[in-house]
């Protein structure tokens, strides 16, 4: 017994039993958030857990022009997103390569630019359930319906420059078109058109509008004046509001 004993004290003494507590000192578990102006202004966010809901105030308010996450090498979740919020408490809009999201993540691809060039900051939100966001939101949607002979049609087209596209499915004959803007589309005002079988624009109602272009807005579909198969749909963001 007293052997063991002084094998223990030698143990000790030479630091192997304090090893798995030296290890697991040095895990690194941080999540860091970097703001950025692109220049000499810079701010950053720390936290120590990943695993829960997590808030903070950057030391500057910026504005800042790019925001980048990085999570130390053990922190469990690397799928982890933050998300950055204006003066307004608005969620700030960032792209990454053809990526645009509310949220951010890290994926040692480096950091992410704010859409509008740059932002004050008001708050960083890091929140393991954030996931990222779906690709329709920076989408147009253009819906074709016709009740008569139950056809229906859904047409994704990218957002800002002008794009043409077929119907999906069907060319009709339709009664009704709705555009649905993707939540992160700049602009909400965002006009297309549908062209009938000689690329004629055709005449949409709704309320008491008559176009031959048609929105969002919330407010659903617009009619046709005269029922008509489509040949086209175009999506352009010079189109504006006017009478047919």
Request: with cysteine; net charge negative.
């Amino acid at each position: 017994m007293q052997y063991s004993t002084s094998i223990l004290c030698l143990l000790a003494a030479t630091g192997a039993l304090a090893a798995p507590h030296s290890q697991r000192s040095t895990n690194d578990t941080s999540v860091r958030v970097v703001l950025s102006d692109g220049g000499e202004t810079g701010a950053q966010v720390s936290f120590d857990d990943s695993t829960v809901h997590n808030t903070g105030v950057p030391a500057l308010d910026g504005p800042f022009a790019t925001v980048e996450l990085k999570l130390g090498a053990d922190v469990p979740n690397k799928d982890l997103r933050c998300q950055i919020l204006d003066d307004m408490g608005h969620p700030i809009v960032i792209q990454r390569g053809a990526n645009t999201d509310i949220t951010f993540s890290d994926a040692d691809k480096g950091p992410w630019t704010f859409r509008n060039s740059s932002s004050l900051v008001s708050q960083v939100v890091c929140d393991p359930t954030f996931t990222q966001i779906d690709a329709s939101a920076s989408q147009l949607r253009v819906i074709l319906e016709d009740q008569a002979t139950e056809t229906g049609s859904q047409t994704l087209l990218p957002a800002g420059q002008r794009e043409e596209s077929k119907p999906v499915g069907s060319m009709g004959p339709y009664e009704t078109v709705e555009l649905k803007v993707g939540e992160l589309v700049e602009d909400q005002d965002y006009r297309c058109q549908v062209l009938d079988g000689h690329g004629q624009p055709i005449v949409v109602l709704r309320g008491e509008n008559r176009d031959i272009t048609f929105s969002d807005a919330g407010k659903g579909a617009w009619t046709f004046e005269n029922r008509s198969e489509v040949s086209d749909i175009v999506c352009d963001p010079t189109f504006v509001k006017g009478s047919a």
